[in-house]
């Protein structure tokens, strides 16, 4: 059973903050991770992708990886209110995603 | 550039009514097509994917069926909704890389 956990939230960060937001998964044979926005109410989009061991930036985000302990995570810096949504991770099996229940982030202005 | 339609935004269906929900993809060949459902505060849940016409592997047992009589066109369907198929139901594309990208989802009330 190849499972994907994260924490439910809500996680609050002050406008101008980074918010950190963590993802751990259950199979070492995963090869690609994947995280996606979700607004309210809106399907998801995707914010970053990354396959390697180590950090991968796109502007005001990073997402980090860390293989050997099952580990993603994205840091978004200087953190806006319009950042505030439900942050998916996806974990890439072949061609199939397992996707994680999503943390909610909300940006305080 | 590519693009994915997914219709209708909204359906309210009778319990024990039929249900067709309809994808396609704009720009690429070949795509995986991929069918998710999301209950309300609740992460995806895979129904089904397709890697070419006529190709539907199902992750879940269920009252739904998928089809794909077309490249780029991802059908959803059921005979007789249940309360419990209630949700937000997203369909979704990918090509090179396994990048899935989201058409903007339907969300259905089955009452």
């Known amino acids: 059973q190849k499972e994907v956990e994260q924490n439910s939230g809500p996680l609050s960060v002050p406008e101008g903050a980074i918010a950190s937001l963590n993802c751990t998964y259950s199979?070492?044979?995963?090869?690609?991770f994947f995280w996606y926005r979700q607004y309210s109410g809106k399907s998801p989009e995707l914010i970053m992708f990354?396959?390697?061991?180590g950090d991968k930036e796109d502007g005001r985000f990073t997402a980090q990886l860390n293989k050997a302990s099952q580990y993603v995570s994205l840091l978004i810096r200087d953190s806006q209110p319009s950042d505030s949504a439900t942050y998916l991770c996806?974990?890439?099996?072949?061609?199939?995603?397992?996707f994680g229940p999503g943390t909610r982030l909300s940006v305080l202005p | 550039s590519q693009t994915i339609h997914q219709w209708p935004a909204t359906l309210v269906q009778p319990v024990g009514s039929p249900l067709s929900l309809e994808c396609t993809v704009e720009?690429?060949?070949?795509?995986?097509l991929y069918w998710y459902r999301q209950a309300a505060g609740r992460g995806l849940q895979l129904l089904f994917y397709?890697?070419?016409?006529?190709?539907i592997s199902s992750e879940v047992p269920q009252n739904l069926s998928a089809s794909r009589p077309q490249d780029r066109q991802f059908i959803l369907s059921s005979k007789k909704l249940l309360l419990s198929d209630s949700g937000f139901y997203l369909c979704?594309?990918?090509?090179?890389?396994?990048?899935?990208?989201f058409g903007a989802g339907t969300r259905l009330s089955v009452l």
């Open positions: 199979d070492r044979g995963s090869q690609s």
């Open positions: 996806a974990v890439g099996y072949g061609q199939n995603f397992v």
């Open positions: 720009g690429t060949s070949n795509p995986n």
């Open positions: 397709s890697v070419g016409i006529g190709q």
């Open positions: 979704a594309w990918s090509a090179e890389r396994n990048i899935q990208y």
């Open positions: 990354i396959y390697s061991n």
